[in-house]
């Protein structure tokens, strides 16, 4: 008999507890804000991606939105306790959960900011298909309003904020925001540090052109300091280092493809948890063949 009971109470026990204890494990971390100059803060922990404050003469610029209210909330709270400024603008890097998800503990008057593509992919349907939540009118006002395509600069008095698209990459919409005095970029997903990089072939991502995209951004900015959303802060080195390993694992992928082997046959010559970007770029080579 007891026996018998503990096989009906464990799944219980696990379909009950174990979502709350996970959510609750993840919301420990509180939001944190790290200086990087009077002006310029990364914002840590919360549920959801790092993002970033810039603190304007006349408000207040929001990168990304973490994805519950209790971390929207503390992200709010945080920037009370270093400006009475409001919060004018939040721009979402890219259009994943966890940089958009909170977008909606955002009220009024925040001007919602993303490049166009970002924009059209807030309403894609998810990797299983399921349609967006955001197509629910009740979430029209959260959507960004302001979207630009190559570079837009939003003046928060007389202080620039750079925003800037140099192509497809994590996704097709990721925007880098730049910030010229502190010499700052955000990247939002567009790299990802001491694991391997995160591609949304679903949403138009593609491993290639994110090299192609990193490569012109390093051209481009005069940035000594790169933010994202997921890694610790890094250099140029890093960077550099980024796309040097990705092209030598697109090269070693399709040195096996040219061998003749298979997509499993392919993986297993890599560590276990760069699979998903293994098969992203091997269909890639194979779609392009
Ligand atoms: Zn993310």
Known sequence: MKKKAKIVLIPFFILSFMPYSFA??????????????????????????????????????????????KS???????????????IKYLCNTHSDGDHIGGNRYFSQPVTFI???????????????GTPSEWNNPELAPFIPSLTFRDKMDVYLGSKKVELWYFGIGHTTGDAVVYFPEE??????DQLFLGRAQLIHSYKGGNSFEHVR?????????DAENFCSGHSEMTGRDGISNHIEQMKKRQGKVKS??????????????????????????????????
């Open 24 to 69: 609750q494990q993840r919301e420990t971390e509180p939001v944190e804000f790290k200086k990087i100059s009077d002006s310029l803060y990364e914002i840590l922990g919360g549920r959801g991606a790092r993002g970033g404050a810039y603190i304007g003469d006349d408000g207040v610029l929001i990168i990304d939105a973490k994805m519950d209210q």
């Open 72 to 86: 929207a909330d503390q992200v709010i709270e945080e920037v009370k306790k270093i400006t009475d400024k409001p």
């Open 114 to 128: 993303a490049h166009e593509n970002c924009r059209k992919e807030f309403f894609h349907p998810g990797r299983d």
């Open 183 to 188: 010499k700052t970029a955000f990247l939002g």
């Open 213 to 221: 995209t990193l490569t012109k951004m390093l051209e481009t900015l």
């Open 256 to 289: 096996l493809i040219e061998k003749g082997r298979n997509l499993s046959e392919v993986k297993s010559e890599f560590k276990e948890d760069e699979a998903r970007l293994i098969e992203t770029v091997f269909n890639e080579i194979k779609n392009s063949l």
